[in-house]
T-cell receptor, first 106, second 113 residues
């Protein structure tokens, strides 16, 4: 069993829809990162959180340390949100999920 | 733009050769981590350097080695290249370890033929 599981693996949405990506992990962590990777490889850090909830624009990330679960929400999705979203719990190093490929159509 | 740069952007090497990839960290960052991302997979941690010392290593053989310089730029060296080394190599800098926000470079795509 992988240490980090993301769901869904692929997600298609219409512009304006509310998106949720889930991440479950099996290891003890001190923090969890949500990352965005566009075609071509560049990775951008969206959030780093160790408890509760963080919001940045249309993006919201939540984490429940006891349940070892985190979610990334995108409100009012837009085609420019199309990317791979990666959950990366931090032990003494980052452990990456395989990502969720999101495509948002106009 | 994260301020982290990597060179070269793309590289083609032959099996058995050696390669050096470079990473320039964001100003003020003293920690750099290197990751290997095979096609369709999530990144895998190779190793981390903190103030010029290796500070953690993933499940990679010794032919993967690194250096961090006093200006906190970094190199990843891979000897005796194998076909399976073909991947995107990413570096990320931070002020401290993985508990701090990571700033990723654009990556170097290595193809081994």
């Amino acid at each position: 069993k992988n240490e980090v599981e993301q769901s869904p693996q692929n997600l298609t949405a219409q512009e304006g829809e509310f998106i949720t990506i889930n991440c479950s992990y099996s290891v003890g962590i001190s923090a969890l990162h949500w990352l965005q990777q566009h075609p071509g490889g560049g990775i951008v850090s969206l959030f780093m959180l160790s408890s509760g909830k963080k919001k940045h624009g249309r993006l919201i990330a939540t984490i429940n340390i006891q349940e070892k679960h985190s979610s990334l929400h995108i409100t009012a999705s837009h085609p420019r949100d199309s990317a791979v979203y990666i959950c990366a719990p931090n032990t003494d190093k980052l452990i990456f999920g395989t990502g969720t490929r999101l495509q948002v159509f106009p | 733009e994260t301020g982290v740069t990597q060179s070269p952007t793309h590289l083609i090497k032959t099996r058995g050769q050696q390669v050096t990839l470079r990473c320039s960290s964001q100003s003020g960052h003293n920690t750099v981590s290197w990751y290997q991302q095979a096609l369709g997979q999530g990144p895998q941690f190779i190793f981390q350097y903190y103030r010029e010392e290796e500070n953690g290593r993933g499940n990679f053989p010794p032919r993967f080695s690194g250096l961090q310089f006093p200006n906190y730029s970094s190199e990843l060296n891979v000897n005796a290249l194998e076909l399976d080394d073909s991947a995107l190599y990413l570096c990320a800098s931070s002020f401290g370890g993985a508990v701090y926000e990571q700033y990723f470079g654009p990556g170097t795509r290595l193809t081994v033929t």
